[in-house]
């Protein structure tokens, strides 16, 4: 997966220095206060809490279109990190338990965040864009680490049902909608991932 901001360094010019500065700090602070569960910060609120005026939040980004490509891949750097690759080698049980483990320490981190992007989606072509580029990921895990079992099964929509599983949507509606803790909602998802894997 690839940020979406661009690659190149800011101008030394302080101008446009200042400028760059202001946009992370507005970006940073949006980002903050979707993550502390506030649904649509308004632009008021964004200015309070980085501190940029409310007028060169507006000089800086065009449209909310703007903030949101910004906003998309401010996170994505946030949460590098947490991208880990697994090795496709090694007992099923223990690739199970890494894939799970890396999924719900990710998604404990974006749960907030990533809900507001699903919301907003519809509206966003940055978002949509993201959102993507995160299935595809996961989607390339589940194909790259579970390549042999795959095979073994032999069922051609096992891959569907694995990233389905393993979906930041599945894993919210174990956490949210049926009240799980992470320990339970872990288990089950290595549950349903070994369920899916073995051979009938």
């Given at each position: 997966?690839?940020a979406?901001?661009?690659s190149?360094?800011p101008?030394?010019d302080g101008?446009h220095a200042?400028r760059?500065?202001s946009r992370?700090?507005a970006?940073d ?5 979707l ?8 632009a008021q609120?964004?200015?309070e809490r980085?501190g940029?005026s409310?007028r060169?939040?507006?000089r800086i ?7 949101n490509a910004?906003a ?7 949460i590098?990190?947490l991208?880990?690759?697994v ?9 199970v338990?890494?894939v799970?483990g890396i ?5 404990e981190?974006?749960a907030?965040?990533r ?7 519809p509206e966003s072509?940055?978002?949509q864009?993201?959102?993507e580029r ?7 895990e589940v194909?790259?680490v ?7 099964v ?5 891959v569907d ?5 393993l979906s930041?949507e ?7 909608a049926?009240?799980?803790s992470v ?5 089950v998802?290595k549950?349903t ?7 009938s």
């Amino acid at each position: 997966m690839t940020a979406l901001l661009p690659s190149e360094d800011p101008p030394e010019d302080g101008r446009h220095a200042r400028r760059y500065r202001s946009r992370d700090l507005a970006v940073d602070a949006l980002l903050d206060l979707l993550g502390e569960g506030v649904l649509r910060p308004t632009a008021q609120q964004v200015a309070e809490r980085s501190g940029v005026s409310l007028r060169s939040i507006f000089r800086i980004f065009d449209d909310v279109e703007t903030l949101n490509a910004s906003a998309s891949a401010r996170q994505f750097a946030r949460i590098r990190h947490l991208f880990v690759d697994v090795v496709p080698s090694g007992s099923l049980g223990g690739r199970v338990a890494q894939v799970v483990g890396i999924n719900s320490r990710l998604y404990e981190q974006i749960a907030p965040i990533r809900r507001a992007a699903l919301r907003r989606a519809p509206e966003s072509e940055a978002l949509q864009e993201q959102l993507e580029r995160a299935r595809a990921w996961l989607r390339a895990e589940v194909e790259r680490v579970f390549a042999a079992e795959v095979l073994a099964v032999g069922d051609k929509h096992v891959v569907d049902a694995l990233e389905l599983a393993l979906s930041f949507e599945a894993w919210d509606r174990l956490r949210t909608a049926q009240g799980l803790s992470v320990a339970r909602a872990t288990a089950v998802v290595k549950a349903t991932i070994g369920a899916l894997l073995r051979p009938s």
